[in-house]
């Protein structure tokens, strides 16, 4: 099993998770040409996607999604509150799945778990997906922790978890303040604390891979989200992966 980004953060988001013969995209928040030109940095191309999973409606997770599966012919997978939210944007396509947030299900080789989350979205999920033998959890776009989040996540190979801001850089930006209270709020983003209190929580005696992801440009550094993450798992700073908003990053291999 490996997993790689195409890039995350506010303004476009995009994974790659594969197993065997199966390979599936966690969101696309890029354009076609852009997806298609990240895509072929980690040596893919589009039509070798089984599918699209979907996270939620905004718009830097499910953006790209109707044009680049309409493009490539890739079936899409949602959940019904998603569906409902963006409904007209998926007309006309074929392979469009939808799927309530508490029941799993497979992709090829791959089973997808998807965990409901506190978001501000109809009906928000994350994912652990696994091949049998590996278990990848996939944890962004939260305001906070929930039980049944670290009940998921625990037991984990690999994370890629939000460090979205830091709790004072946040207070001291000049975001408006609404803007500011819905980022720090329950169905908001992580703060690197939080997300440092989620691995002091659960099982990480198998983890192998942990990578940062959905860094606020403005309210967060690399630096600050590796510290807080290494301080809960006692690691160096170093062995913390960061997802880039340009860059993503590279293969992982589980
Ligand atoms: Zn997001
Ligand atoms: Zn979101």
Redesign the pocket.
């Known amino acids: 099993m490996r997993f790689a980004s195409l890039g995350s953060g506010?303004e476009g988001?995009g994974l790659v998770v594969e197993s065997g013969g199966t390979r599936v995209l966690v969101d696309c928040g890029f354009g076609v040409r852009d997806t298609a030109t990240r895509l072929a940095r980690l040596g893919l191309q589009p039509r070798s996607l089984a599918a699209i999973l979907v996270t939620h409606e905004?718009s830097?997770?499910i953006g790209g999604v109707p044009a680049f599966a309409a493009r490539h012919g890739i079936p899409v997978w949602a959940t019904f509150g998603t569906l409902a939210a963006v409904s007209t944007r998926f007309e006309g396509m074929a392979e469009v799945y939808g799927f309530d947030s508490h029941d799993r299900f497979a992709i090829g080789e791959l089973e997808v778990i998807p965990v409901p989350v506190p978001h501000d979205a109809r009906e928000p999920v994350q994912y652990v997906i696994g091949d049998g033998a590996r278990r990848l959890g996939v944890l962004?776009?939260l305001g906070v922790s929930t039980a049944h989040v670290e009940a998921s996540l625990s037991g984990c190979d690999a994370l890629v978890l939000e460090c979205n801001h830091d709790l004072g850089m946040l207070e001291k930006s000049d975001y408006p303040y609404p803007l500011k209270q819905r980022i720090a709020g329950r169905l908001g983003h992580l703060h690197n604390e939080a997300a440092a209190g989620i691995l002091a929580a659960i099982d990480t005696s198998r983890l192998t891979h942990i990578i940062a992801a959905?860094l606020s440009k403005q309210n967060n550094t690399a630096e600050l989200a590796r510290a807080a993450l290494a301080s809960a798992l006692s690691c160096a700073p170093d062995w913390i992966g960061i997802a880039g908003q340009a860059a993503g990053f590279d293969w992982r291999e589980l």
């Open positions: 506010s988001n905004h830097d997770h962004t776009d959905h």
